[in-house]
């Protein structure tokens, strides 16, 4: 069984910065990748970056240069840093496992609060 549990949401000003921690639990060495995916109020939810086996690495194109994702080699804990955070940026965040083989098998943490005040 995996989980996921994720740490370091909260309130930071425009111009901020947070880091954000998702510590793995579980079969975490059959993960291929992992991801933070965001949901603001009303929107559908989002992918901000995604981590590979390879240590490649996607972002959106509104992060780029902004966030940066990062993980260990275990898979134990992947983190999240996001710069110079915008008010667009305010979302739940959420971080997500993926395992593949026969299908893809897909796993969520429970989320965390980013607020960006203007």
């Known amino acids: 069984q995996v989980r996921l549990v994720e740490s370091g949401g909260g309130l930071v000003q425009a111009g901020g910065s947070l880091r954000l921690s998702c510590a793995a639990s579980g079969t975490t060495w059959l993960f291929n990748a992992m991801a933070w995916y965001r949901q603001a109020p009303g929107n559908q939810r989002e992918l901000v970056a995604r981590?590979?086996?390879?240590?490649?690495?996607k972002y959106a194109d509104s992060v780029k240069g902004r966030f940066t994702i990062s993980r260990d080699s275990a898979w134990h804990t992947v983190d999240l840093q996001m710069n110079s955070l915008k008010p667009e940026d305010t979302a739940v965040y959420s971080c997500?496992?993926?395992?593949?083989?026969?299908?893809?098998?897909?796993?969520w943490g429970q989320g965390t609060q980013v607020t960006v005040s203007s």
């Open positions: 981590i590979s086996s390879d240590s490649s690495t």
């Open positions: 997500y496992a993926e395992i593949s083989g026969r299908r893809v098998y897909d796993y």
